[in-house]
């Protein structure tokens, strides 16, 4: 037989290595034959979790795939055209397609001297309406990927997620029972309607997204899990329809913990657009009338599969390069964080710089590199910054107090509100350009030795004014240009705290300003 059951009077060892830490069983299987599931035609027979070495790839790979891996890496759209090649049939989302696709290279594992373990796996979340493919992201995923597992937040708890402890049948002894994350290990996990999860279920997986551990104690059974698992969630926005007035966090009913957790958030909003809408119909014509001729791949899935199991093997080292960029990209986030006009989703934290990491190792990955260069922090700053920088923002009331307009004059307190209302990114442009001018002004200053070094509202308005002239059609124009350029000036002086006013107001003379020392212009 394959197996026998052996009595163990003793805590038996060896178990760590099959993925059980501190765990003590009175019966265990010895097996004298041992094969590796991981090692299936869905990787190509390439043992992803193996270390590389030459002779072992000729013995898992044949000289013809060998040679298409090769012809793969040296693809300078690869980046591209496997991002398309897995998803053929969503249109659009090419952001979050690539996100996906870095995923499943994922980061590099390490462990520290004192033994704690940091992940390489890449959490990911996508919020969005109904109706903008995020389940079918999490499905295709589910059918690629080799070891995955795919489960509903709204029928998963906290122990089908993680673990359980039952009385077996014939022992009458309490006996674990492993969770989706526990099946998942060494895979992905992709939960779905990841909102809709009870709070108390969505606490007990804070310790696998992060230490990639379970730890039980329930019944007498004390044990400590293996969870290196990297997780794909799902979630619509509350009430069904992403806001853009409000931030990530007010749309959805996540937690700032387990936000923190995911290295990507991507948002989808069904906007109606008539190319879009026309091409989005197109496709989905295409697909239930020719479903074979409708599909475009660059390379087919068995190839790409083997392609990921061959690079996941590359432990790529980040150069002195790159080590200096990841560290002056993450002060920025910091300082932009710390800026009142900063309209990011949660505060920027150590898990953000680790994320970066991940994202760089997972794209020297991917291009068969053994070294991460500035140009894969780049990229991986890039999504990183579509992810989770970029939030909606709404538009800018620049009225000191708004009041409420009554009844009787709505007509009136519309068109003067239409005047003081802007967009944020015509808020933020026009504070940028007077802020940079004001910058450019103190440093001619210094150099002439000027007393003076700052200018005044007027002239600064004056001087905006002549920038946008050739913009402006007619005195009107120009008057409301002008307002709307005075009340930004005020809301950066009392609300942003951007702009300092030194002097002035006692005879009625206009103070200086100057421009707040720690501030940074994006």
């Not at 035609?41 to 992803?48: L, Q, R, S």
């Not at 690079?311 to 800026?339: G, H």
């Not at 989770?388 to 003067?416: F, H, K, S, W, Y």
Request: aromatic residues 6%; proline residues 3%; contains cysteine.
């Amino acid at each position: 037989s394959s197996g026998i059951n052996a009595e163990w009077p003793l805590r038996p060892g060896g178990l760590k290595a099959l993925g059980v830490r501190d765990l003590s069983y009175r019966m265990a299987f010895l097996g004298c034959g041992v094969e590796n599931t991981v090692q299936t035609e869905m990787t190509g027979g390439i043992d992803p979790n193996s270390e590389l070495t030459e002779e072992d790839v000729r013995a898992q790979v044949s000289e013809r795939d060998l040679l298409r891996i090769y012809e793969m890496s040296k693809d300078r759209n690869i980046y591209g055209n496997l991002a398309t090649s897995m998803f053929p049939t969503i249109h659009g989302s090419d952001e979050i397609k690539k996100g996906v696709l870095l995923m499943l290279f994922g980061g590099v594992a390490k462990k520290t001297i004192e033994g704690t373990s940091l992940r390489g796996d890449i959490n990911l979340c996508i919020v969005g309406d109904p109706s903008t493919a995020k389940s079918q992201f999490l499905k295709q995923i589910s059918e690629f990927s080799p070891r995955c597992i795919y489960t509903s937040g709204k029928a998963s708890t906290a122990a089908g997620l993680t673990a359980a402890v039952v009385r077996d049948e014939e022992s009458q002894e309490f006996v674990i029972e492993a969770g989706a994350l526990l099946l998942a290990d060494n895979g992905i996990c992709c939960i779905d309607e990841f909102d809709k999860m009870d709070v108390r279920d969505q606490v007990a997986i804070h310790e696998a997204m992060e230490q990639q551990t379970i730890s039980i104690t329930k019944a007498g059974v004390k044990a400590v899990l293996n969870a290196r698992t990297s997780i794909l969630a799902a979630a619509n926005p509350i009430g069904g329809r992403y806001d853009r007035s409000k931030s990530l966090q007010q749309n959805i009913q996540l937690s700032a913990p387990i936000m923190s957790r995911f290295d990507l958030f991507f948002v989808l909003v069904d906007e109606c657009n008539e190319v879009t809408d026309y091409a989005i119909a197109r496709r989905i014509v295409d697909l239930h009338t020719r479903q074979q001729e409708s599909v475009e791949r660059e390379y087919t899935m068995e190839e790409i599969r083997r392609y990921i199991a061959f690079a996941k093997k590359f432990k790529p080292r980040i150069t002195k390069e790159s080590q200096e960029f990841m560290v002056e990209e993450y002060k920025k986030l910091r300082q932009r964080d710390a800026n009142a006009m900063s309209k990011a989703s949660w505060r920027i934290t150590v898990r953000q710089l680790e994320s970066l990491i991940r994202l760089s190792e997972a794209m020297a990955k991917m291009v068969c590199e053994d070294e991460v260069l500035v140009g894969h922090v780049k990229e991986a700053f890039r999504l990183l910054s579509k992810s989770i920088i970029r939030v909606e923002t709404p538009d800018i009331n620049l009225e000191d107090e708004p009041e409420v307009p009554e009844q009787t004059d709505d007509a009136m307190d519309g068109e003067e509100g239409e005047q003081l209302r802007i967009t944020f990114e015509d808020y933020r442009k026009i504070s940028n350009m007077l802020i940079q001018r004001m910058r450019d002004f103190e440093d001619q200053e210094k150099n002439k030795d000027s007393e003076e070094g700052a200018l005044k509202k007027k002239e600064l308005v004056d001087w905006y004014i002549s920038q946008v002239e050739e913009e402006i059609e007619g005195e009107q124009e120009m008057i409301a240009r002008m307002n709307v350029t005075e009340k930004v000036i005020e809301r950066l002086v009392k609300v942003d705290n951007v702009l300092l006013e030194i002097g002035g107001g006692e005879k009625g003379e206009s103070p200086y300003l100057v421009v707040h020392p720690n501030y940074i212009v994006d």
